[in-house]
């Protein structure tokens, strides 16, 4: 059975950081791309950074220089670092593994930016 469990979400000042975590069963982790999308209420889920199983890495502009997005392959986590959160990060954040045809999503984890 495959599971992808999110964790690290919470609530945050503006300017404030966050480190998000996905741990994944179930899977050969190490060949799946793997990325982050959220959503925020009444908007569609948005790519926010993938990771590659070769490492290789891309960003949605709004995040570009302020998150990170890596992988440990010894333990089946990829990780966000968040840096410089602002009011309009807050959406729920979801971890996804991908190959060919197989796609997996997790459960997703809060992430609320408020002063």
């Known amino acids: 059975q495959v599971q992808l469990v999110e964790s690290g979400g919470g609530l945050v000042q503006p300017g404030g950081s966050l480190r998000l975590s996905c741990a994944a069963s179930?899977?050969?982790?190490?060949?799946?791309?793997m990325g982050w999308y959220r959503q925020a209420p009444g908007k569609q889920r948005e790519l926010v950074a993938k990771i590659t199983n070769g490492g290789s890495t891309d960003y949605a502009d709004s995040v570009k220089g302020r998150f990170t997005v890596s992988r440990d392959n010894a333990k089946n986590t990829v990780y966000l670092q968040m840096n410089s959160l602002k009011l309009e990060d807050t959406a729920v954040y979801y971890c996804n593994a991908n190959r060919a045809i197989q796609n997996y999503w997790g459960q997703g984890t809060q992430v609320t930016v408020s002063s």
């Open positions: 179930g899977i050969s982790f190490s060949i799946y791309h």
